[in-house]
Nanobody
Framework: QVQLVESGGGLVQPGGSLRLSCVAS????????MGWYRQAPGKQRELVAT???????NYADSVKGRFTISRDNAKKTVYLQMNSLQPEDTAVYYC?????????WGQGTQVTVSS
């Protein structure tokens, strides 16, 4: 019931920063748990971070302390601030909206960390 569009990906040097944005339309945004997932070529998709409707956050150990997820319910937008990026962070990043066992996904945005 939620349509998601990601933006903000690109090429960045190791140690650099990017901020991803995901704009939602439809649904009742403030009720959804929002998340960021990523998938590297030939690898399985993994959870990066989630934020609930009460703004409780959860992070993968690999990004804890470097990435920050946040949401703006008025703008129906979820953000992923990525600092101290490493080559291992290279992947397609997908936005997710979850309510119960229902999930909506964005098209993904490419993040490449390379010198």
């Amino acid at each position: 019931q939620v349509q998601l569009v990601e933006s903000g990906g690109g090429l960045v040097q190791p140690g650099g920063s990017l901020r991803l944005s995901c704009v939602a339309s439809g649904g009742i945004f403030m009720i959804y748990t929002m998340g960021w997932y990523r998938q590297a070529p030939g690898k399985q998709r993994e959870l990066v971070a989630t934020i609930t409707h009460t703004t409780t956050t959860n992070y993968a150990d690999s990004v804890k302390g470097r990435f920050t997820i946040s949401r703006d319910n008025a703008k129906k937008t979820v953000y992923l601030q990525m600092n101290s990026l490493q080559p291992e962070d290279t992947a397609v990043y997908y936005c997710n909206a979850g309510l119960g066992n229902r999930d909506s996904w964005g098209q993904g945005t490419q993040v490449t960390v390379s010198s």
